[in-house]
């Protein structure tokens, strides 16, 4: 079955920093790949997504995510924070082909500071 | 495109009543919708896997007869908590596939915060 890593749980930068979210997956061969982001009461909003092809992907909300099959990873990158991001950030897998249920990490919980 | 529209939004209900929650794809065919359940603080949960015109699919742990999901039609599928008790309270999220005419992948429903009381 495949799983989704988020080793940070809970992350702080200050405003104009910049921002890595980290993410692994495990599964043999290339699932479809998503980031998420939920603002507080509120659904989800789809940051960006990779299915095939160019490894880097550039998103919504200038976040970009680059996925590294060698390292079973999709980190989530923006190089100028705005406060407006603070949020949780959910990477998510699911299995390419037809309709598939989608495993999310268990999320990263960012905190941006002035 | 793929738009999913989840109703209601929030509600709160007594204990030992039922809430349904309503999911509805406004712009395409959703044949399949997937239910989540989010508790605080966590990631999201799957729940079950609801098909047009068949039966439910539900998670291991999930108990079918609590929570009844409906997709009778290929833009409507509903989730109905019965007999609500408070450990319900949750943040319920539906989402639906959409991988024709084009692959948008995996479109979420803005949730349905139910607080039992």
């Known amino acids: 079955a495949q799983s989704v890593t988020q080793p940070d749980i809970h992350i702080t930068v200050s405003e104009g920093a910049s921002l890595e979210l980290r993410c692994n997956y495990s599964?043999?061969?290339?699932?479809?790949l998503f980031w998420y982001v939920q603002s507080p009461g509120q659904g989800l909003q789809l940051l960006l997504k990779y299915f095939s092809g160019d490894t880097l992907v550039q998103g919504i909300k200038g976040f970009e995510a680059e996925f590294k099959r060698s390292q079973s990873s999709f980190n989530l990158r923006k190089p100028s924070v705005h406060w407006s991001d603070a949020a949780e950030y959910f990477c998510?897998?699911?299995?390419?082909?037809?309709?598939?249920?989608?495993?999310f990490g268990i999320g990263t919980k960012l905190q941006v500071i002035p | 495109g793929a738009v999913v529209s989840q109703h209601p939004s929030r509600v709160i209900c007594k204990s030992g009543t039922s809430v349904k929650i309503e999911c509805r794809s406004l712009?395409?065919?959703?044949?399949?919708m997937f239910w989540y359940r989010q508790f605080p603080k966590q990631s999201l949960m799957l729940m079950a896997t609801?098909?047009?015109?068949?039966?439910?699919?539900?998670e291991q742990g999930v108990e079918k007869d609590k929570f009844l999901i409906n997709h009778a039609s290929l833009t409507l599928s509903t989730l109905t908590v019965t007999s609500a008790h408070p450990e319900d309270s949750s943040f319920y999220i539906c989402?639906?596939?959409?991988?024709?005419?084009?692959?948008?992948?995996?479109?979420f429903g803005s949730g349905t915060r139910l607080t039992v009381v």
């Open positions: 989402s639906a596939p959409r991988t024709a005419p084009t692959n948008y992948g995996y479109t």
């Open positions: 998510a897998v699911a299995l390419s082909g037809g309709y598939q249920k989608v495993t």
């Open positions: 712009d395409f065919q959703a044949t399949t």
């Open positions: 599964y043999g061969a290339t699932p479809y």
């Open positions: 609801s098909n047009e015109g068949s039966k439910a699919t539900y």
